[in-house]
């Protein structure tokens, strides 16, 4: 079946860094979706991306979708503690029945 | 507004018995997901539905079931409770069918 890895699991920054969360596919994909959830709260959708070589930005956030539809990422620019959180990439074939998430990368950010 | 209103937030089950978990969305969504979460896992869609009285398995559907009355709500029952069913439980609605895009604050439960 359809495999959506993140990675890191983990990631610690000082604030004010960059970073960076990888999502890859076993499988082409025809739209990614990321969520963000913070510590006890259930998930937010943060964006949907659908094109080939797609770029689209949230103020610090940049979301990217592979050329070959099969990887994405997300970048946060000078990291916030209002961050924190795990945010999750999802991938889909197709409709939400085929929506595969990754299992999440949780970011803390040191004050 | 208040998008997605799950209950209950909490509750702890004895194995075998059963349970029915209430989920509402004031927003007119056609879509409607029951998701779980396990600890470092992502989200897996146990059922979703399409519209009123209309309901989908998903990824996980054994030993839970659905329905859908009234567009604005979403049950899941747990007809016998098993261990393996402890989670967090995510009711989500959607204007479309790409995806959720609303949650619920969610629904902690144990099985014992």
């Known amino acids: 079946g359809q495999q959506v890895m993140q990675i890191p699991q983990y990631q610690h920054v000082q604030e004010g860094e960059d970073f960076t969360t990888y999502c890859n596919s076993s499988t082409t994909l025809s739209n990614i979706q990321w969520y963000k959830q913070r510590p006890g709260g259930h998930p937010v959708f943060l964006i949907q991306?659908?094109?080939?070589?797609e770029v689209k930005k949230q103020k610090r956030l940049t979301f990217q979708f592979g050329e070959a539809k099969k990887n994405s990422s997300l970048h946060i620019t000078a990291t916030q503690t209002t961050d924190v959180g795990t945010y999750f990439c999802a991938g889909s074939l197709g409709s939400a029945r085929q929506l595969t998430f990754g299992s999440g990368t949780q970011l803390t950010v040191l004050p | 507004n208040a998008g997605v209103t799950q209950t209950p937030k909490f509750r702890v089950l004895k194995t075998g018995q059963s349970m029915t978990l209430l989920c509402a969305q004031d927003m007119n969504h056609e879509y409607m997901y029951w998701y779980r979460q396990d600890p470092g896992m992502g989200l897996r869609l146990i059922h979703y539905?399409?519209?009123?009285?209309?309901?989908a398995k998903g990824e996980v559907p054994d030993g839970y079931n659905v329905s859908r009355l009234k567009k604005q709500n979403f049950l899941l029952g747990l007809e016998s409770a098993a261990p393996s069913q402890t989670s967090v439980y995510f009711c989500?609605?959607?204007?479309?069918?790409?995806?959720?895009?609303?949650f619920g604050d969610g629904t902690r439960l144990s099985i014992l």
């Open positions: 539905s399409v519209g009123e009285g209309t309901t």
């Open positions: 991306l659908v094109k080939s070589g």
């Open positions: 989500a609605s959607s204007y479309d069918l790409w995806g959720p895009r609303h």
